[in-house]
């Protein structure tokens, strides 16, 4: 045989023996789905967890989930909008961001129900009891896209949304049960016991769902577990005797999962207790209101990580605390938060805040709120058609039916000048104005956002904007924070490692994925 022959012999048949090892180790089960008890128990963690797993032991899999509800949204690599933790999971995944890991994603806005985004494209919007009747006919939609990713990876890890126990939704289901039934995928159930009753929620879902869902249930795990695992054995044993559900294990409550990006408002809602209770006093302080749609707001998470940044959220009904900054975040519904802007008295707060020599920065609806006017010409976000802005920008702006929605590579501009930024765009509207001369930053040599001639107001477009090493630290040292030398991106991978680990050593992974290893 030519040595050429021989050597693309030997290695087909190294692939073929790699390959045929990936797929024994799986048994050939193609997918796993985590559902919860409820909301928030730690499904996009454990989700990006085992991806992280998998992806370690080379294994190509990739993440899923049908429907998602969030204001928080990335852009995916093949263009449209996910979910934020879906690209997270894909991070830990180590694959490229696809817009069929998220085919349905409902962006709530305020007057107007939530918007939809099917497989990565706006196709309306719809208040809840209307979009129930719209949910079967998404059905085909989230099943092509999970079989699109089927035919990309070895294993697909489904995480589902809110609760089965749900059952007065289970007619039309395509998040949970719905999704499990229709696509043959078998069935994890997550319990937090953190928030209690967490052997009544197990037990209280095997007994009201119907025996087709009950039977996709392959067994459970409890999450976020705090002490001495040992002191629930007997609660373990309770569950399994009354559901036939065994225990794939008892996961405690990971301390990494805090160096990840938070998904929705309940996370938010804990972070700004946190921020309130905490009352650390760091060499930098910044300020966030908690507008009512709050949008992207994981934009903040490398600051919060900065050792020398105290970062603080302002709930409804709060005084904007003494600050160095405050950043007007992303909103869903910029004119509608801009008038809770003012319920709350915060307008007047920041004036005062910009009249003190402090500064301010707005992202994307955040930005539009800091101009003189908004303008609703087609009803977009609701009734209201135009609306005063703060007033701290002379910038215009109008919103448009046409959502800009692309990953962006900016250059700083001005003061921050030489700084590259890697960010992301979601918005709709189109901004104008003389303080836009004066850039925030430059795309391909156009000016993006705007700065005031004083240089202490700034707005941008672009989220993501601090998970930018450099232009973080730029940005911090103009206003007279000492930055540090934080990688936020290795770190948000270091800590998928470490969960990785954890969950490799206390989940029975191969009971559960069916493995044999």
Request: net charge negative; proline share 4%.
């Amino acid at each position: 045989m030519a040595p050429v022959a021989s050597w693309l012999l030997i290695v087909s048949k190294s692939f073929e023996t790699i390959y045929a090892s990936k797929m024994d180790s799986l048994n050939h089960i193609p997918a796993l789905m985590l559902q919860g008890t409820g909301s928030d128990v730690g499904k996009t963690v454990l989700v990006a967890g085992l991806c992280r797993l998998w992806a370690n032991r080379g294994v190509r899999v990739m993440p899923f989930k049908p429907q998602n509800m969030s204001n928080n949204a990335a852009v995916a690599e093949d263009g449209g909008e996910i979910g934020r933790a879906q690209w997270l999971q894909a991070l830990a995944a180590r694959v490229p961001t696809s817009v069929h890991m998220n085919p349905v994603l409902l962006k709530p806005q305020s007057q107007t129900g939530s918007q939809i985004v099917v497989q990565g494209k706006v196709v309306g919007q719809a208040k809840g009891r209307d979009y129930q009747k719209l949910k079967p006919g998404l059905l085909n939609k989230v099943l092509e896209s999970y079989r699109h990713l089927r035919s990309q990876c070895d294993l697909v890890i489904v995480e589902g949304a809110g609760s089965p126990a749900e059952i007065n939704l289970r007619a039309g289901d395509i998040a949970n049960m719905g999704f499990a039934t229709a696509a043959n995928v078998p069935v994890v159930l997550v319990g937090d016991i953190d928030r209690g009753g967490v052997i009544a929620s197990l037990v209280g879902t095997h007994t009201i769902l119907t025996q087709e869902d009950r039977a996709m249930i392959r067994g459970y795990l409890i999450n976020k577990f705090r002490g001495d695992v040992t002191l629930f054995d007997d609660g373990l044993t309770a569950i399994t005797q009354h559901t036939d559900w065994p225990s794939f294990g008892v996961v405690p409550y990971l301390q990494d999962a805090a160096r990840l990006p938070a998904e929705d408002s309940v996370a938010l809602e804990r972070l700004s207790r946190a921020s309130t209770d905490a009352s650390t006093l760091g060499s930098f302080r910044i300020a966030v209101p908690m507008l009512d749609r709050i949008a992207n707001f994981d934009d903040l998470d490398p600051l919060h990580a900065e050792p020398n940044v105290d970062l603080m959220f302002v709930a409804p009904g709060e005084t904007l605390p003494a600050a160095d900054l405050v950043i007007v975040p992303g909103s869903k519904s910029t004119i509608g938060d801009l008038a809770q802007f003012r319920v709350h008295g915060w307008d007047l707060q920041l004036k005062t805040h910009v009249d003190n020599g402090g500064s301010v920065l707005g992202i994307c609806g955040g930005f539009q709120m800091l101009g003189t006017q908004i303008t609703d010409p087609h009803c977009i976000e609701g009734d209201v058609p135009s609306a005063q802005g703060l007033g701290l920008l002379d910038v215009q702006t109008v919103l448009q039916p046409e959502k800009t929605v692309r990953n962006t590579v900016a250059m700083g501009a001005g003061r921050f000048s030489g700084a590259e930024i890697e960010g992301y765009e979601i918005h709709l509207g189109k901004t104008v104005g003389s303080d836009m001369s004066a850039p925030f930053a430059k795309i391909d040599g156009r000016h993006e956002g705007a700065m005031s001639r004083s240089g202490k107001v700034m707005g941008t477009y672009l989220h993501g904007l601090f998970v930018s090493d450099a232009f973080r630290q730029a940005f911090l040292s103009h206003l007279g924070a000492h930055a540090g030398e934080t990688n936020f991106r290795s770190e948000v991978d270091a800590a998928l490692d470490v969960i990785a680990a954890q969950l490799e050593d206390l989940l029975d992974i191969n009971a559960m994925f069916g493995a044999r290893l």
